[in-house]
């Protein structure tokens, strides 16, 4: 009895060994990557002695079947746990999927302080002032996440923040600074009431109509803003469209890999007006060129964007003599503002800190050497003098960059640098509060020159009170 006992035991490990050691005789890293993962390169021999660090990695994104028993083991979660099987997705009510890196707008638990909130309109409005002094326009718009639309889809033990986060309080900085802007969350909101989808259930993004409705919402703006030359934009929202069950969702491939499930996307029966100007791959091409002969707007425009811009440029491109759609950071503005007549900026409310961590590269504009006498009166003069430390160099565009840390400078957004005798400059402030940098044309570079360390420097910055010039002490790193 014993012997059997002990046979069937034998019987038992030698089939669990052999069912564990079938993924590694079907390793393969031709496997298609889950979600937004990115695939670890293969190991290799780093100086003839060790393997690169990602050995771990490399083999956890390619044992045998590995796709399929994710897919498994998340439609187990999903189905019979009603939770999901995927760090970044969450499973919400009546199958509505949504990106948990959103989340933290949605509770509240991320929201920037005052001076962070100043410091992204100080950027944008920075932005606007270089493109319009250069005779184009102007206007950034955030894309609100899926859940700030669609919160009454997400599981009751998430409890939405009724307070006013990162996205209400940057707009409201916005119009207070004069940028031009749109408050996309409503105009989403009162839209969806009118029973029509705009985001997908199975996808982190809006759907065609929810693009249309932004893009209107923009182009309007642009038409009270600039007058008559924006106003022949086509109103998509209002033509017939079609409903086809063929999209792929990013939440869905990455919650259950292998899927053939497919989300609904509603088409509009229009006419494709544009031509691509440039090898067209797929609506993710980090560059999109397209040229319209049969234009409603006669614009060239620069659409800075991000994954929304997905479905979101197509209606640019169907109305505009031409776009250049880009997704890059940091924003290249002084190149978009010789290129084109509209500079446009979309970014996606989960990524509003990306303006601070992320600086575009926009000139300062020279506001000359009596700027503040004669716009906001003497500064009143500091009882202190600063340190910085600046580091110079010259970027491919030809652009002198200026980057330099003052610690005086913490708690302020509305940051000057008055050179005497060359000018004053806004300079771009950055995540980090004492960190600044400063991009000046060829016309202004010379400033940074051999004399410069006899020139008298002054911040000048913004509080509550009004305007304090800092008296300081810059020192050229080498």
């Known amino acids: ?78 189905n019979v746990f009603r939770t999901s099987g995927q760090s970044e997705v969450i499973v919400g009510e009546d199958g509505w999927l949504f990106y948990s890196r959103a989340l933290d707008d949605f509770l509240g638990t991320s929201v920037a302080d005052e001076t962070e909130v100043e410091r992204m309109g100080a950027v944008v409005l920075m932005m606007q002032n270089y493109v319009e002094s250069s005779g184009g326009e102007f206007i950034f718009f955030s894309a609100p ?22 996205y209400e309080r940057l707009y409201s900085e916005l119009v207070k600074a004069g940028v031009n802007t749109v408050q996309l969350m409503n105009t989403l909101s009162l839209k969806k009431a009118d029973g029509v989808q705009l985001y997908h259930k199975l996808d982190s993004h809006w ?14 703006k642009l038409s009270e803003v600039y007058g008559d030359e924006f106003k022949g934009y086509t109103r998509y929202s209002t ?10 969702g990013d939440l869905q491939s990455m919650l259950l890999p292998g899927s053939d499930r497919k989300d609904e996307q509603l088409e509009f029966d229009v006419s494709e007006n544009f031509e691509y100007t440039d090898r067209f791959r797929g609506v993710d091409d980090l560059v999109i060129t397209t040229s319209n002969e049969s234009k409603a707007v006669d614009k060239s425009v620069t659409f800075f964007r991000d994954s929304f811009g997905n479905a979101l440029y ?24 010789e290129e084109s007549e509209l500079v446009a900026v979309e970014l996606v409310e989960r990524n509003l800190r990306n303006l601070l961590v992320y600086t575009p590269i926009v000139p300062s504009l020279n506001l000359g050497d009596d700027y503040f006498s004669s716009v906001v009166g003497d500064a009143a003069d500091s009882d202190r003098t600063a340190e910085a430390s600046v580091s110079v160099m010259t970027t491919t565009d030809g652009l002198l960059q200026v980057d330099g840390s003052c610690d005086a400078l913490s708690g302020y957004a509305y940051i000057y640098l ?60 080498d």
Do not use: H
């Open 1 to 78: 009895m014993k012997k059997k006992k002990n046979l069937t035991n034998f019987i038992y490990i030698v089939i669990f060994l052999a069912i564990s050691i079938v993924p590694l005789f079907a390793f393969s890293d031709k496997q298609a990557a889950i979600g937004n993962e990115t695939k670890a390169a293969k190991p290799k021999l780093s100086d003839g002695t060790e393997l690169t660090a990602n050995v771990d990695t490399y083999f956890a994104q390619n044992f045998g079947f590995r796709n399929r028993l994710v897919y498994v083991q998340n439609v187990l979660k999903q």
């Open 314 to 337: 197509w209606f640019f491109a169907n109305d505009y003599t031409s776009l250049t759609a880009k997704r890059e950071i940091p924003y290249n503005i002084y190149q978009a503002a």
């Open 239 to 248: 033509m017939p469209y079609s409903v086809k069950n063929n999209f792929s």
């Open 145 to 166: 996440n899926k859940m700030s639309v669609y919160g009454e889809y997400m599981p009751y033990y998430y409890i939405e923040d009724d307070g006013r986060g990162n």
């Open 418 to 477: 008055v050179v005497e005798g060359s000018g004053t400059y806004q300079v771009l402030p950055s995540e980090k509060g004492a960190d600044f940098t400063l991009y000046l044309e060829s016309d202004d570079a010379d400033i940074f020159n051999a004399d410069f360390a006899g020139k008298v420097c002054s911040f000048v910055v913004k509080d509550e009170t009004g305007y304090v010039r800092i008296p300081v002490n810059v020192t050229l790193q």
């Open 207 to 220: 759907n065609n109509y929810g693009a249309a409705v932004a893009y209107e919402t923009v182009a309007n």
